[in-house]
C-alpha cells in the first residue's frame, strides 16, 4: 500500500521558517520523482518544487526561489522542504506528490500518489 505522510506544519510569523517532512512507504524510493504542491482557500493547487529520483536535480517555482529548498534522503525514505523567510502568501495546505517519472514535472496531473497535505499558515 502506497502512502505519502506529510508532516512538519504549522504557524510561524512572517519572516519564519518550517521544515516539512513527506514519508514515503510502498513505492521504490529510489525511483521516484517527489514534488510539492500546495492549496490555499478557493485557489488551484501549485506547484513548489520537486527533486528528481536520483536528488541530482531540483527545480523551484518562481514564487520561492532563493526560499525553498527541496532534498531528500534515500535512508529514510523521506523528501523535505525547508521553507525561510515565510510569507502570508506562502499560506496553504502542502501537498507531497509522487511518481515514477525520469524527468522533474510540474504539473499535478503528472503525479499519481498523494499526500493527505499539512496546513502551513503564516502570519504577517
Known amino acids: 500500500q502506497v502512502q505519502l505522510v ?29 514534488g510539492w504542491f500546495r492549496q490555499a482557500p478557493g485557489k488551484e493547487r501549485d506547484f513548489v518544487a520537486a527533486i528528481s529520483w536520483n536528488g541530482r536535480f531540483t527545480y523551484d517555482a518562481d514564487s520561492v526561489k532563493g526560499r525553498f529548498t527541496i532534498s531528500r534522503d534515500s535512508a529514510k525514505n523521506s ?12 499560506t496553504a495546505v502542502y501537498y507531497c506528490a509522487a511518481d515514477y517519472v525520469g524527468v522533474i514535472k510540474t504539473k499535478s496531473r503528472d503525479y499519481k500518489y498523494w499526500g493527505q497535505g499539512t496546513q502551513v499558515t503564516v502570519s504577517s
Not at 523528501?79 to 506562502?90: I, R
Open 6 to 34: 506529510e508532516s512538519g506544519g504549522g504557524l510561524v510569523q512572517a519572516g519564519g521558517s518550517l521544515r516539512l517532512s513527506c514519508a514515503a512507504s510502498g513505492l521504490t524510493f529510489s525511483s521516484i520523482t517527489v
Open 79 to 90: 523528501v523535505y522542504l525547508q521553507m525561510n523567510s515565510l510569507k502570508p502568501e506562502d
